[in-house]
């Protein structure tokens, strides 16, 4: 046997009441940059998903009635927990998403254990109301006490940085949870249960169920014990999701997709905005639903701009992702990276022209790489707004640039398409910036800048990218289900 065959393969197990369970049947998990298989996932169905929602039934009452000082305290040292092993996680989230170790040891992880520390603290600043109605003899407040057990699905793109920033909001205001992670990024998760017991998390107040969407994650939509769903991932995911909640009116936040613009004005400082750009169109391989695909760029630097973001984009080099100077890593699947090579060859069949990337320049992979998900960041010009290429959300390392001529004519197209996430604007002058973003049908924009986050404010996106938001107030309020009480003397 090769060496590949010859090494165990990992296997995860779910993590329920406190302790790990093995499954009667598992899936497959494939390491993106080499194409092997090299772990296995449990493939939970009902029957788990009844055990873990009974175990976190279970550990409500006495969680839920923690002050919200002791539950900061067991946050926190979780956080610490991963922190000291921040390098192992890194690695392992690497190597089972296909993103660059660097990205995973700069952004994944440390966002993961900064989201900890964050609702850790801002559990303990909420206030809550209260009115005076002396006229009545009455004064008014309100309560807010935890939901229940919540149920937390994510997606595979930041899969450790995404969960948690569930977990964490979650369980801070009193909730116990379910979580099902991605089918395809699993590994983290699963690490992290490894570090519950010792944080001081009391066992079922975090379940995990690892499995498929349609079998775990619907399972778990469905199930009558839990009256909230917070999921990250795609819109139609979310549409089924929506559907099969319904009988039971759940509580849902949904956070997903975006074809999010970048509006360049002429007065634009192109030294930041390209390289700004850049990052923000091929970072995590395109992978991060706050990507942008659709570059518009005013009629008099088009040609400028074009040159330079080319050649700026020839400067991100495609690789092995576990080597520290790579800039590009594999896409998560072979479906996937064939989804996102299919949108390349729609838009070279429509007549758009293909700059740099797929089917232009070469991709030299090390041998051991050979059969890894990977493909070069693309860049596409002359691509109608209609074309798919400009209406979808594609999801990998691909953008189009276009040309527009006024500030109304660019808003009007930015704001031509189903989603709402996401957008940025460039420009050196003042007025124009909160002109346009006043204007932009998008729950984030970015001007001068891209992915600048401060997490006490809401993350979220209009139409086809969401419902709800999440951030220290919106998540806190998401969590817990408020009251109004009234006295009267
Ligand atoms: P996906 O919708 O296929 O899957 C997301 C999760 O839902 C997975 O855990 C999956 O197993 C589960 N799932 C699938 N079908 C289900 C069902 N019927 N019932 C319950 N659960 C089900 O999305 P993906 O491909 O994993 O992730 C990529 C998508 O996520 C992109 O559209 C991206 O834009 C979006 N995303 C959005 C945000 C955001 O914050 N707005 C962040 C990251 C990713």
Redesign the pocket.
Known sequence: PTMAHSKALLVLENFIGGKFVPCSSYIDSYNPSTGDVYCRVPDSGKEEVEAAVKAAKEAFPIWSSKSPLERSQILNKLADLIEHDLEAFAQAESKDQGKTITFARTVDIPRAVHNFRFFASSILHHVTECTEMSTMGCVHYTSRAPVGVAGL??????PLY?LTWKIAPAIACGNTVVA?????TSVTAWMMCKLLEKAGVPAGVVNVVF????K???A??CHPDVPLIS????????Q??TE?SAPHCKRLSL????KNPAIIFHDADLGQCIPATVRSSFANQG????CTSRIFVQRGIYSEFLKRFVEETKKWKTGNPSDPTIDVGALISKEHLEKVRNYVKKAQAEGARVLCGEGVDRLALPPGNQKGYFMLPTVIAEVKDESCCMQE?I?GPVTCVVAFDTEEEVIKRANGVKYG?AATVWSGNVGRVHRVAHRLQSGLVWTNCWLVRDLNLP???MKA??IGREGAKDSYEFFTEVKTITIKH
């Open positions: 699905i994510s997606p595979w793109n930041l995404l099902k992670p991605s089918e395809m499995g498929t969407g349609a775990a994650g619907e778990l939509v999921f990250t991932g795609s819109t139609l995911t979310a089924r999701i099969k956070e997903l997709g975006g992978e991060i639903c706050l959300e999801f996430l993350f979220g996106g990218s969401g």
